[in-house]
């Protein structure tokens, strides 16, 4: 069993940056992938970027590489997704997710979801 908490979403201008925190909990944490996905409304869940168990593989949507970096820091129980130069399409609800063993891209093979933090990106 996992537990998750995301936190720092909010109200920014475009080309703003923010961090995004998921503070982790239980069990398996140190032997789940994490990921981020976020959803904006009327919109499907979309895959934003993954971080093996052990930190030492990444994956991103290929859109955001060279915005959004995702990092874990097991020794804490956090995982991070920085966002730079925000966009007006990245308003979404980001979600923070676990599942134990290998990362994925989709999210119906995540076990775990925290409630998800709002990020707004607007002039």
């Known amino acids: 069993q996992v537990q998750l908490v995301e936190s720092g979403g909010g109200l920014v201008q475009p080309g703003d940056s923010l961090r995004l925190s998921c503070a982790a909990s239980?069990?398996?944490?140190?032997?789940?992938?994490m990921a981020w996905f976020r959803q904006a409304p009327g919109k499907e869940r979309e895959f934003v970027a993954a971080?093996?168990?052990?930190?030492?593989?990444?994956n991103r949507l290929e859109s955001l590489v060279g915005r959004f970096t995702l990092s874990r820091d097991n020794a804490k129980n956090m995982v991070y997704l920085q966002m730079n130069n925000l966009k007006p399409e990245d308003t979404a609800v980001y979600y923070c997710?676990?599942?134990?063993?290998?990362?994925?891209?989709?999210?119906?093979?995540?076990?775990?979801w925290g409630q998800g933090t709002q990020v707004t990106v607007s002039s």
């Open positions: 239980g069990r398996t944490v140190r032997s789940s992938a």
């Open positions: 971080i093996s168990a052990e930190g030492d593989y990444t």
């Open positions: 997710a676990a599942r134990e063993g290998y990362y994925s891209r989709n999210f119906r093979s995540y076990d775990f």
